[in-house]
Structures are given as structure tokens and as C-alpha cells.
Nanobody
């Protein structure tokens, strides 16, 4: 089992940048990872995906070109660099490790078995 702790969230203005992090409790280089987010009153949604060796990254259409997912396996940390933030990016952001059907890209919540507790990102106009 592995646990994750997100950090780096906060309140920013539209157009600003923010980088959030997700630290694993033990080496996580074998895990495919993803970021999800959940706005108040809405379902949790996929944001970005990265494979174990950082060869493949995939983004939702709503963040493509603005967000960058990366990982440092030596530091057991996952990152999400968010640029040109918009008010609609306001949400709690969660990192998650894939534990099922991980050999190909998946954005299904049920395929991710380990989750962090989330970090709040709020974007004002």
C-alpha cells in the first residue's frame, strides 16, 4: 500500500500560475499516476495522466496546453504545473495511483485505488 499527500494549493487570480505536489509514502516509480479534480457540487473528473517512466502524458481537453503533469521518481513526487488559471479550474485536486487496467491509458476513477486527501485550488476573477 502507498499513501499520498498533496500540497501547494491556494487562492490565486485568473491568469496566475500554481504548482501542486503529491508526495508518496514510499517509492512509487512502478505506478501510473493521474490528477483528478472535484468542484463543489460536481462529480470528480480526470485532469492529467502520466505513465510510470514519464514517456506518455495525457490531458483533458479543458486543461490541455495550460497544465503540465510530471514526476520525479527519485523524490517519489508527482507534480501538476498549472498556468493561465481560470475561475473554472477552482476545485479540490487529487492525485491517484492506478491499480487496475494500468497497461493502457485510463481515466476511470475505479481504476485508481490509492488516493491523496486533496488540495484546494481557488481561482478568483
Amino acid at each position: 500500500q502507498v499513501e499520498f499527500l498533496e500540497s501547494g494549493g491556494g487562492l490565486v487570480q485568473a491568469g496566475d500560475s500554481l504548482r501542486i505536489s503529491c508526495k508518496a509514502s514510499r517509492p512509487f516509480h512502478n505506478y501510473v499516476m493521474a490528477w483528478f479534480r472535484q468542484a463543489q457540487g460536481k462529480a470528480r473528473e480526470f485532469v492529467a495522466y502520466i505513465d510510470a517512466l514519464e514517456r506518455d502524458t495525457i490531458y483533458s481537453d479543458s486543461v490541455k496546453g495550460r497544465f503540465t503533469i510530471s514526476r520525479d521518481n527519485g523524490k517519489d513526487t508527482l507534480y501538476l504545473q498549472m498556468d493561465n488559471l481560470k475561475p473554472e479550474d477552482t476545485a479540490v485536486y487529487f492525485c491517484a495511483a492506478c491499480t487496475k487496467s494500468c497497461f493502457a491509458f485510463t481515466k476511470e476513477l475505479s481504476d485508481y485505488g490509492y488516493w491523496g486527501q486533496g488540495t484546494q485550488v481557488s481561482v478568483s476573477t
